[in-house]
């Protein structure tokens, strides 16, 4: 259940960094309260299972991440409402309250429910990059899609929007990959103490290699080849395959990440 709660506000968080990359008159109301929407179904669940499940994500810290998290609700909730008002201005500090509530929520929670036995050098650091890492892929990869699909609904919309978006999701992509590289290589060196040598719980087949192997191939190798993919169909005005791209991406991305953090939780290696 924990990765499931971490998976809904990364994505969550993800998707609300995504809103300040376009005047909202470019698009008009109807995107940004798609946005708005497939937010407030992401928060409501991660509080769903916050309430309804007996599991503490928060350990010792619950005060601060369940203010956090009933913060980013709330804020998601106002935005909604503002947008529909068309209330751009004030939507914009509605947005920052969830986008910050849900990213600490995030960064209180992948801690405490992180294995704590590894002892991986730098370990509290590459775990926050890599959670916040995780909600921009999987955010960018969700809301890139959608915009392609947008163009739809808008043909006259202009193709600068999506080809920044594609770049921003290979940059982001790329550097997901280099996040991921730092944690291997801190479970490389790393020194087995008392328990499993990280290295080898991670990648070896006697441990979590099976899922680890996976992830780095469905996560990030297709998604880093189709973001590229994707950027040239952009670039030559092909909404419709770049479009097709990214629906593949995304279904690669949301395998890739949920199996991360798995991975990350069962072995305490940040991937």
């Not at 999987?138 to 600068?160: D, E």
Request: charged content about 10%; hydrophobic content about 60%; proline content about 5%.
């Amino acid at each position: 259940m924990g990765v499931f709660f971490l998976f809904l506000l990364a994505t969550a968080a993800g998707c609300l960094s995504t809103l300040y990359w376009i005047r909202e008159d470019d698009l008009g109301r109807g995107y940004f309260q798609m946005n708005a929407l497939i937010v407030l179904c992401l928060l409501g669940l991660a509080v769903a299972v916050w309430a309804l499940h007996p599991f503490q994500p928060f350990g010792g810290s619950p005060a601060a991440g369940n203010a956090a998290l009933l913060t980013s609700l709330a804020g998601a909730f106002v935005y909604y409402a503002l947008v529909w008002r068309e209330r751009w201005r004030p939507a914009r500090w509605a947005v920052t309250a969830a986008l910050a509530g849900s990213g600490a929520a995030l960064l209180i929670a992948g801690p405490q429910l992180a294995r704590l036995d590894p002892p991986l050098p730098y370990r509290d650091l590459l775990l926050a990059a890599g959670l916040a890492s995780s909600a921009l892929l999987l955010g960018w990869s969700l809301v890139t899609m959608l915009l392609g699909h947008w163009y739809l609904i808008a043909p006259r919309l202009s193709f600068r929007h999506l080809m920044l978006f594609c770049q921003v999701l290979l940059a982001v992509v790329l550097m997901r990959a280099a996040i991921v590289a730092a944690g291997m290589g801190a479970a490389a060196v790393a020194e087995p103490g008392a328990g499993p040598d990280p290295w080898r719980h991670l990648a070896g087949f006697e441990g979590e290699g099976m899922f680890f192997w996976f992830r780095l191939l469905w996560g990030l190798a297709i998604p880093l080849t189709l973001a590229v993919m994707a950027l040239h169909c952009a670039r030559r005005g092909s909404n419709q395959s770049a479009t097709g791209i990214l629906y593949v991406l995304v279904v690669g991305t949301f395998i890739g990440e949920i199996t991360a953090l798995y991975v990350s939780l069962a072995t305490g290696v940040p991937v």
